[in-house]
C-alpha cells in the first residue's frame, strides 16, 4: 500500500514570497490534515478536511496561509506572503475517519527556509 | 501554553537495557494518548496508545502506562534495540476540538 505522498521535500524562499505544498493521501482516506512542525516542537495542526469539506481550520493563520482539497483527495497548502516564522516542516497526513481510533499516516514533509 | 509536556528533550540507554520516556498533560478532558516515533526525514508513525479507561496497554517491547490521578504516562521499551533510536511524540487526544495535541518530543538514542 502506497503511502502519503508529499512535494516538493524541501523549498527555500525568500519572505514575501509565495509558496504550495502539495498532498496525496492513502487511497480510500477520507480525513486529511495538515501540520506545522517547527524546529523542537511537535507537530501542529493547522488545517482538517473530511473528503472535501474543512472540519477544523482554527488553527490556520487564514491572512496567509489557505489551503484546498478539491474532489476529496490530493490537497494543496499555500502561503503568502511568507513570513520568517513560517520555516518549518510542514506535514500532510491522512486516516480512514477523524477520531483518535483511526491511525493517521503521516508523509515525509516539506521542510520549507524563509530567508 | 504546553498542554502535552515532554521535559527530557533527550534520552541515552544501552542496548538491551530499558528505555522509559515520560509524558505529562494538563487537561483533564484528555480521554485517549498515543505514541508516535519519527526517524530523520521521516514522518511520525504511530507506535501504541492508550485509552483513559485502561491504565497500562502493551504491544511486544512497548508498553505504555497511564497515571490518571498524576496527569501522567510514560512509554517503556524493553529491551531497547540500536533501531530504536528515534524522537518519540506523546499525544493526546482533544475531544473538544476533534484533534491531537502533540508534545515537543524526546530523542531517544540506543548505544550497542
Known amino acids: 500500500e502506497a503511502g502519503v505522498a508529499q512535494s516538493p521535500r524541501y523549498k527555500i524562499i525568500e519572505k514575501r514570497q509565495s509558496v504550495a505544498f502539495w498532498c496525496n493521501p492513502i487511497?480510500?482516506?477520507?480525513?486529511l490534515y495538515w501540520y506545522q512542525q517547527i524546529l523542537g516542537q511537535g507537530p501542529k495542526l493547522l488545517i482538517q478536511?473530511?473528503?472535501?469539506?474543512?472540519?477544523?481550520d482554527s488553527q490556520l493563520p487564514k491572512d496567509r496561509f489557505s489551503a484546498e482539497r478539491l474532489k476529496g483527495v490530493d490537497s494543496t497548502l499555500k502561503i503568502q506572503p511568507a513570513k520568517l516564522e513560517d520555516s518549518a516542516v510542514y506535514l500532510c497526513?491522512?486516516?480512514?475517519?477523524?477520531?483518535?481510533?483511526?491511525?493517521?499516516?503521516f508523509g515525509p514533509g516539506t521542510r520549507l527556509t524563509v530567508t | 501554553d504546553q498542554q502535552v509536556k515532554q521535559n527530557s528533550p533527550s534520552l541515552s540507554v544501552q542496548e538491551g537495557r530499558i528505555s522509559i520516556l515520560n509524558c505529562d498533560y494538563t487537561?483533564?478532558?484528555?480521554?485517549?494518548f498515543l505514541w508516535y516515533k519519527k526517524y530523520p526525514a521521516e514522518g511520525p508513525t504511530f507506535l501504541i496508545s492508550?485509552?483513559?479507561?485502561?491504565d497500562k496497554n502493551e504491544d511486544g517491547r512497548f508498553t505504555v502506562f497511564l497515571n490518571k490521578s498524576a496527569k501522567h504516562l510514560s512509554l517503556h521499551i524493553v529491551p531497547s534495540q540500536p533501531g530504536d533510536s528515534a524522537v518519540y511524540f506523546c499525544?493526546?487526544?482533544?475531544?473538544?476540538?476533534?484533534?491531537?495535541?502533540f508534545g515537543k518530543g524526546t530523542k531517544l538514542s540506543v548505544k550497542p
Open positions: 487537561n483533564s478532558m484528555f480521554d485517549y
Open positions: 487511497s480510500g482516506h477520507a480525513t
Open positions: 497526513a491522512s486516516s480512514l475517519g477523524g477520531g483518535p481510533s483511526y491511525e493517521q499516516y
Open positions: 478536511f473530511q473528503n472535501n469539506g474543512v472540519v477544523d
Open positions: 499525544a493526546a487526544w482533544d475531544g473538544s476540538q476533534g484533534n491531537l495535541i
Open positions: 492508550i485509552s483513559s479507561i485502561k
